[in-house]
């Protein structure tokens, strides 16, 4: 006899979905510096203990969160950003969904302190699978929110082996506050261990790209850094504007850096990346691998940002042409940096 299909209770249907949206710590501290970001934050500073297994905390400068909006902050599918589904089609914010704080007490234990402009107390309140566990407490805040995820994936035990086993996500998290400095570079970043007094990255504050990649990535990179540009604004039936920085012949290193941003939004497209590697390596003798820091910006329905839950890969319309434009203008660049080099020995 067939098995008796049954419904799932909901509380099993939301870790589930939880576990996709969170699939490892640093992908909820992507998700709280995207809110961050979100709230017009000038300062996001992160702190994280065990890899973010035992804690991950994000402080930002940003508008707060009205008190009456607490106790529906972490239901599911509850959002200030969207409205209808139309909107999807215009959104500048980063979150839309409504379910990144929402999976993260599913998976994890959630404390939120935040206070909004004007007031003269904030409120702490903690949260776990959706709901809130207390009324919001009146406590000193300075400006802004703190959202304080410890525990994570306490009851998902094959998860947190696996995470526990594998290398820790520090790094993965490093590199996630590098890139967003990168692009936001009026935000002061700072990402430091838990206990540890000096920050791995902290981004400071200022109004040039080369500076943002020379605080976090070092001199040595911005050295040997080209600016590039590319536009197809002829096209009638397509526009997209790409701006950013390529190294050039000088840059030595054994794995590539790709910092992509479309729309805003940090992303990996595979076959940009490979595409970009393909020129690198075809142009220059040596067999350096490149840096690369892209911002693509499209008009907002040439990009479905909906394709997976993580948001991380997005799906472009005339995608093939624009990697071939910026394939073509990559070459150029590099061919005339090269001759100059080659003509720069032989003189
Ligand atoms: P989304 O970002 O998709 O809206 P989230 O679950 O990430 O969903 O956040 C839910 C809501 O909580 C946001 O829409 C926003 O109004 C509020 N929020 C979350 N984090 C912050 C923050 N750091 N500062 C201010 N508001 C926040
Ligand atoms: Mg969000």
């Avoid at 969207?82 to 500048?92: M, N």
């Avoid at 696996?162 to 936001?184: C, E, G, W």
């Avoid at 910026?326 to 070459?331: L, R, V, Y």
């Amino acid at each position: 006899a067939p098995p008796r299909i049954r419904r799932l209770e909901e509380s099993v249907v939301n870790r589930i979905a939880a576990g996709e949206v969170i699939q490892r710590p640093s992908s909820a501290v992507k998700e709280l510096v995207e809110n961050s970001i979100d709230a017009g934050a000038s300062t996001v500073s992160v702190t994280v203990k065990d890899g973010g297994l035992k804690l991950i905390q994000v402080s930002d400068d940003g508008h707060g969160i009205r008190c009456e909006d607490l106790p529906i902050l972490c239901e599911r599918h509850t959002t200030s950003k969207l409205s209808a589904y139309e909107d999807l089609q215009t959104i500048k914010s980063m979150g839309f969904r409504g379910e990144a704080l929402a999976s993260m007490t599913y998976v994890g234990h959630v404390t939120v302190t935040t206070i909004t402009e004007g007031q003269l107390h904030g409120y702490r309140v903690s949260y776990r699978d959706g709901v809130m566990e207390n009324d919001p407490k009146p406590c000193a805040a300075v400006k802004g929110t703190q959202v304080m995820v410890e525990n994570l994936f306490y009851n998902m035990v094959a998860r947190r082996k696996t995470l526990q086993n594998s290398n820790d996500d520090y790094p993965k998290i490093v590199d996630f506050i590098s890139r967003f400095a990168v692009h936001h570079i009026n935000v002061n970043f700072s990402c430091r261990k838990h206990g540890a007094n000096r920050a791995d990255v902290h981004s400071g504050s200022t109004s040039s790209r080369l500076d943002a990649i020379r605080n976090v990535y070092g001199a040595s990179v911005v050295r040997d850094l080209m600016e590039i540009q590319v536009s197809d604004e002829n096209a009638v039936d397509e526009i997209f504007k790409m701006d950013g920085f390529i190294s050039n012949a000088n840059y030595v290193a054994k794995k590539t850096t790709m910092i992509l941003f479309i729309n805003d939004r940090l992303v990996d497209c595979t076959s940009l990346k490979r595409a970009t590697e393909f020129v690198y390596s075809a142009i220059l003798p040596q067999a350096s691998k490149p840096f690369i820091y892209m911002s693509i910006n499209l008009p907002p329905e040439h990009v479905d940002v909906n394709i997976h839950p993580t948001k991380k890969e997005v799906s472009l319309l005339n995608q093939e042409r624009i990697i071939e434009k910026i394939k073509d203008a990559i070459e150029e660049k590099l061919m005339n940096c090269n001759n100059t080099r080659i003509f720069q020995t032989q003189a």
